[in-house]
């Protein structure tokens, strides 16, 4: 019964995102803006990756090294830019919060989806895919909360 | 505005894009390894129309302990060898009509412990003549079958064996076998056909049989058989090369296939030879496993009554005196010849009237480890003393000697490398007749070719099986990986707490009233609610929330 595995997990990833959107955010935040946001995404962690492999060199995940570590982090802060890229046009809260819930079901979209259904559907049973599934359901909470810090943030000066 | 929107959605379908390419590096640190093992698969046969063997070969099905007295039906039996017996293979798939069986072997089941080879032959037998109507596989013990064992007794019910990859049987219908024959000229040289020396010829069989194909290397029998043939050509090929050291016996090395199946190979040669060659035949020496023990037993057919015919008697002489020079035990074991079961080589010659004996450390045919696949080990020792005995008696007839025996010694003495060489490419390579991989062909064409390097001229002999006993085809060594699964009632109680979940995020969103209405709507009719959605005008809400 490893398919009902696979859809339990898959149900657990991505039903949470529709209800959200279609039951609170669809007001806010149509489609058009929500695809958008996709995109940007995408771009934003493509731009991410390219950085990451100029800058960072080290492949060795193990070895500590507090110049690569401050310059992950930096990194990191391209989100900024990409939110910032979309507050430009809109900025309302449920617009920011929208935007953020994109950004999560792209992001299992990307990263879990695939891993999911090819995995969860084999024989051998691993609790990995139920902790995906989870911490899918975390990463909506992180990243609509980070997209409001950032709307806020860029709101005050008004 | 628009233009803007256009440029940047066309950058982002090229990231898209990228993320694509990327995504198999980030499957591929994910993917779990499931531990994989080793199995051997029981042979299947039909004998003269009966269906007997291990009837199916796939395997996906949960696996239960031998000890468990749970349902066996539907499930893979991982069995030890204490768990095993002929009583409880008969019952496991008679009452209580276990799916399949694994059975794990001990690593060094063969000289260790004789009470455990005993044991194994006994259920060895037992399955190899009945009719199993369900997949049996052989493993030897190793980590993986340790950490089967572990996780069957951590979480019984949860673990899972499939074989994947597996060939389905087929019949293996016009099995061809060859037969190898040197022949070394004595004094005067020649031609075989017009030579009129007596002969000598000394015959083993090299294939073997055992319940597991991919098993049955058989090391003494008949490898080591195989293998003193060799050493024997070896020798007398050194002694013939000089004039002055030829004898007044031409010596013929024959090397037979199917030696398993009644000896078809040994009757096709002695169909198939000219019949001026075998009227000339003095003696023949059958060689089968000889290697170990340090009693040797001669098997003959000839009855007390013919001890007196004097090539009988000669012959006898001739084996005990040798025997008593070398110190070592001798045993005349007289047995009738079966015409329907040949159970030793000689019987095929002693059908002919030739006069021949076989060889052998077995005190009767009826020993079962000539048929296992435990035989996978000799004693390079027993192994060479017992080829000095032979290789005595025919120095002895050979060159008619009366007493000291120390022809093999100095430049002709037995090389054990050679012995070990061979001992340790048979321990490789399984040479069951019907099931000849391409490996094993090369070894046995090698030896073919050895036997033509030492004689003057070697002879290739191509014969068909008989159809009485059909084996078939199909994967003999598999790959079983060991899943730990989940029961339906585990994913099942998982689906309702998705759902709770669920409809608390929604009854959180919207309060308990409307969400009530909303997972109503849901309910009562899909259809209803999608053409009211249709009508409010938001038909890509479904589709634009996934993305």
Same mark, same amino acid.
């Given at each position: @019964?490893?398919?009902?595995?696979?859809?339990?997990?898959?149900?657990?990833? $991505?039903?949470?995102?529709?209800?959200?959107?279609?039951?609170k955010l669809i007001e806010f935040a149509p489609v058009a803006l929500v695809v958008q946001a996709a995109f940007v995404y995408a771009g934003t962690q493509l731009f991410q990756m390219i950085l990451m492999a100029t800058f960072v060199p080290s492949a060795d995940p193990h070895e500590f090294n507090v110049s690569q570590e401050c310059m992950k982090a930096f990194i990191t802060l391209a989100d900024v830019l990409g939110l910032h890229y979309l507050f430009q046009k809109r900025s309302s809260m449920g617009t920011a919060a929208g935007i953020g819930l994109s950004w999560s079901a792209t992001e299992s979209l990307f990263r879990r989806l695939v891993p999911l259904w090819v995995e969860a559907r084999s024989l051998q049973f691993s609790w990995n895919h139920l902790l995906t599934s989870i911490e899918a359901n975390i990463s909506i909470a992180i990243h609509i909360a980070f997209a409001l810090l950032v709307w806020l943030w860029i709101r005050k000066p008004n | 505005m628009y233009g803007r929107v256009g440029r940047s959605s066309l950058l982002s379908t090229q990231c898209f894009l990228g993320l694509l390419v990327s995504l198999p590096l980030v499957l591929a640190s994910n993917v779990h390894d499931v531990p994989t093992l080793e199995a051997y698969r029981m042979f299947e046969y039909d004998d003269k129309g009966q269906q007997l063997g291990s009837r199916k070969s796939a395997v996906n099905m949960l696996a239960v302990p031998a000890s468990s007295s749970s349902e066996f039906g539907r499930r893979v039996v991982v069995a030890d060898l204490q768990d095993l017996s002929a009583v409880y293979v008969e019952k496991l798939f008679v009452e209580r009509s276990?799916?399949?069986?694994? +059975?794990?072997?001990?690593?060094?089941?063969?000289?260790?412990?004789?009470?455990?080879?005993?044991?194994?032959?006994?259920?060895?037998?037992?399955?190899?003549?009945?009719?199993?109507?369900?997949?049996?596989?052989?493993?030897?013990?190793?980590?993986?079958?340790?950490?089967?064992?572990r996780m069957l007794e951590a979480n019984p019910g949860e673990v899972q064996l499939s074989a994947t990859g597996l060939v389905s049987p087929t019949k293996a219908s016009n099995v061809q076998g060859a037969n190898f024959q040197g022949w070394l000229p004595g004094r005067g040289g020649g031609e075989e056909s017009s030579s009129s020396r007596p002969i000598i010829a000394i015959v083993a069989h090299y294939d073997t049989l055992g319940v597991a194909p991919e098993l049955a290397v058989g090391l003494d029998s008949n490898?080591?058989?195989?293998?003193?043939?060799?050493?024997?050509?070896?020798?007398?090929?050194?002694?013939?090369?000089?004039?002055?050291?030829?004898?007044?016996?031409?010596?013929?090395?024959?090397?037979?296939?199917?030696?398993?199946?009644?000896?078809?190979?040994?009757?096709?040669?002695?169909?198939?030879?000219?019949?001026?060659?075998?009227?000339?035949?003095? $003696?023949?020496?059958?060689?089968?496993?000889?290697?170990?023990?340090?009693?040797?037993y001669i098997h003959t057919s000839k009855q007390k009554s013919k001890d007196s015919v004097p090539a009988v008697a000669k012959l006898w002489d001739v084996l005990k005196s040798t025997a008593e020079d070398m110190n070592i035990p001798l045993?005349?074991?007289?047995?009738?010849?079966?015409?329907?079961?040949?159970?030793?080589?000689?019987?095929? $010659?002693?059908?002919?009237? =030739?006069?021949?004996?076989?060889?052998?450390?077995?005190?009767?045919?009826?020993?079962?480890?000539?048929?296992?696949?435990?035989?996978?080990?000799?004693?390079?020792?027993?192994?060479?003393?017992? =080829?000095?005995?032979?290789?005595?008696? @025919?120095?002895?007839?050979?060159?008619?000697?009366?007493?000291?025996?120390?022809?093999?010694?100095?430049?002709?003495?037995?090389?054990?490398?050679?012995?070990?060489?061979? +001992?340790?490419?048979?321990?490789?390579?399984?040479? @069951?007749?019907?099931?000849?991989?391409?490996?094993?062909?090369?070894?046995?064409?090698?030896?073919?070719?050895?036997?033509?390097?030492?004689?003057?001229?070697?002879?290739?002999?191509? $014969?068909s099986l008989g159809q009485e006993k059909v084996f078939y085809i199909g994967t003999s060594k598999a790959q079983i990986s060991v899943y730990s699964v989940r029961p339906l009632s585990f994913d099942l109680l998982m689906s309702l707490l998705v759902f709770t979940y669920l409809v608390a995020l929604l009854v959180g969103i919207q309060g308990r009233v409307e969400a009530q209405k909303t997972i109503m709507s849901l309910f009562q009719g899909n259809n209803k609610s999608l053409t009211e959605f249709r009508f409010i005008g938001v038909p890509e809400s479904d589709h634009g929330s996934d993305v």
């Open positions: @019964m490893t398919f009902l595995y696979c859809a339990n997990c898959l149900a657990l990833t $991505f039903v949470p995102p529709w209800i959200l959107y279609k039951y | 276990a799916g399949g069986l694994l +059975a794990i072997l001990p690593k060094d089941i063969d000289i260790e412990n004789p009470e455990q080879r005993s044991k194994w032959l006994e259920v060895e037998t037992a399955l190899a003549k009945m009719r199993v109507n369900a997949p049996v596989y052989f493993a030897f013990e190793s980590n993986q079958t340790q950490n089967l064992k490898g080591s058989g195989m293998i003193a043939l060799l050493q024997l050509a070896k020798l007398f090929s050194k002694l013939y090369s000089s004039k002055r050291q030829q004898g007044m016996y031409d010596i013929v090395f024959v090397l037979t296939g199917a030696g398993k199946s009644e000896f078809t190979g040994t009757k096709y040669w002695l169909e198939h030879t000219d019949s001026r060659l075998l009227d000339r035949i003095e $003696f023949v020496l059958c060689l089968d496993s000889i290697g170990y023990g340090d009693k040797v045993e005349i074991v007289r047995k009738k010849v079966n015409l329907s079961d040949f159970s030793w080589e000689h019987e095929q $010659f002693s059908r002919k009237d =030739i006069l021949a004996v076989t060889v052998s450390r077995h005190s009767t045919h009826r020993a079962d480890i000539r048929s296992s696949i435990l035989d996978r080990k000799l004693d390079v020792q027993a192994l060479k003393k017992n =080829i000095l005995f032979v290789g005595n008696v @025919m120095a002895k007839v050979v060159y008619d000697l009366k007493k000291p025996l120390d022809v093999f010694e100095g430049s002709l003495s037995l090389n054990s490398a050679f012995l070990e060489a061979w +001992a340790q490419e048979l321990a490789g390579t399984p040479r @069951m007749m019907q099931y000849l991989g391409p490996d094993a062909i090369k070894t046995i064409e090698k030896a073919g070719q050895l036997l033509k390097e030492y004689t003057a001229e070697m002879t290739r002999q191509m $014969f």
